[in-house]
């Protein structure tokens, strides 16, 4: 049997949702797609199942222009959220550890900055992370916990014009190559969650060691971030972080941005099982013949038209100002639990073949699991749309 190929530059698309699209938002969409295609679909099952990250791409990535991307001003493109979902839809398509690396530096670094820092602060940072000169990291998750992350236990001390900070951070993506590490710590003076950018390369006490083992998103190094006593200084500090209010502002944009991930990677589980089931002859005809894999098929693809529906209408509201942290986390948990079913169908549909990675719905079916659990699980995500409905918080 011929191999099965990476997906090509069409895409299942089967309620048109390109034609809902701006002009410059199909541009973007195209954009990455035919990167990832190019340069990524090709080699990253070998990165994947060794562990590394491809570093050569980084300064191709670059030169698409579009870190940063809704942010206006500062060397970045100010495009609109519709725009910011379908390429997180199309990075993850192609893959979802480039996904989770462009999209801490993009997303959660550099939008960091952009929503919680000064105009200095944003003036000093921005333009030479939409370059990616500077790469970042966004460090909020601890060892203890992740939910519980309105109370982080590492702390920011005040001693004059600068802050030491102790503590770990878990999970954090990027960090073993990170310029700038958004660290978030309780600032013991006003008991209050504050955000910090500390420079690894500059500032002593801080160890990234990266998390081995992992059976997802392979080819994206996490790393356990440790601080002891990083001095940093007060103008590090972004100003406009006083509460963990503030970083929830962050979180509700990068969770529109999994919603969409969570998208791409069932798109890619269906193209890919599709060209297979075509291809695989079974009892003299392709299996696509038979009913029972049509039916497979038929539920990934209307699982599939219902996520793009869904994110598309959340980023319309996003761009009007509409959107509430019930809205994204809803979406985040509809489409993470679509998405897992769909690529285990994928994978059911290539048999035997849909363990090995040179079929590559593999690697996407067992990605989609760390992409159930980040940006909040999906407990917390369910009790937070639970919380915006009814009125009452059951969290604790």
């Known amino acids: 049997m011929a191999e099965v190929l990476p997906t090509t530059l069409s895409a299942v698309d089967f309620y048109r949702l390109d034609e809902l699209l701006t002009p410059e938002e199909r541009e973007v969409r195209y954009l990455v797609r035919e990167f990832m295609a190019r340069e990524v679909e090709p080699i990253i099952n070998s990165y994947w199942e060794r562990a590394e990250f491809p570093v050569e791409i980084i300064p191709k ?45 993009s997303g959660l670094a550099m939008g960091s900055i952009d929503l919680l820092g000064s105009d200095e602060q944003k003036e ?38 600068h802050y ?76 406009r972080c006083n509460s963990f209010r503030d970083v929830a502002k962050v979180l509700m944009v990068t969770r529109v941005g999994v919603a969409w991930e969570a998208v791409g990677a069932a798109m890619a589980a269906y193209e890919y099982a599709l060209a297979y089931a075509k291809q695989r002859v079974v009892f003299g005809k392709p299996i696509a013949g038979f009913q029972m894999i049509q039916d497979k098929l038929v539920q990934m693809l209307g699982e599939i038209t219902a996520m793009q529906l869904f994110t598309l209408r959340l980023s319309q509201l996003a761009d009007e100002g509409k959107l509430t942290d019930g809205q994204a986390s809803l979406a ?39 992409v159930y659990t980040y940006e909040g699980t999906n407990e917390i995500n369910t009790l937070v749309v639970g919380r915006e409905i009814t009125g009452i918080s059951a969290i604790v």
């Open 61 to 105: 990535l670059a030169a698409l222009g579009l870190a940063g991307a809704t942010i206006k001003g500062y060397g970045c493109r100010g495009l609109s959220q519709v725009a910011m979902g379908v390429m997180a839809m199309e990075f993850a398509r192609g893959d979802a550890s480039i996904s989770t690396f462009f999209g801490v530096h």
């Open 124 to 161: 000093r940072w921005l333009p030479a992370m939409a370059r990616m000169e500077l790469l970042g990291c966004f460090g909020l998750t601890e060892p203890q916990g992740g939910s519980n992350a309105a109370r982080p236990l590492t702390t920011a001390v005040r001693q004059g014009d």
């Open 164 to 239: 030491v900070l102790n503590g770990a951070k878990r999970w954090i993506g990027n960090a073993t190559m990170a310029d700038l590490a958004i660290i978030f710590a309780r600032n013991t003076e006003t008991d209050q969650v504050n955000a910090f950018v500390v420079e690894p390369k500059k500032m002593a006490g801080y160890t990234a060691t990266p998390i081995e083992g992992k059976i997802a998103k392979r080819a994206i190094i996490n790393a356990d971030i440790k601080l002891e006593n990083v001095v940093v200084p007060s103008a590090n500090r972004l100003e």
């Open 332 to 370: 985040k948990v509809h489409n993470a639990m679509a998405a897992r079913r769909v690529v285990a169908l994928g994978r059911e549909i290539m048999g035997g073949n849909g363990i090995l990675l040179e079929n590559h719905v593999a690697r996407h079916f067992v990605d989609m699991e760390a």
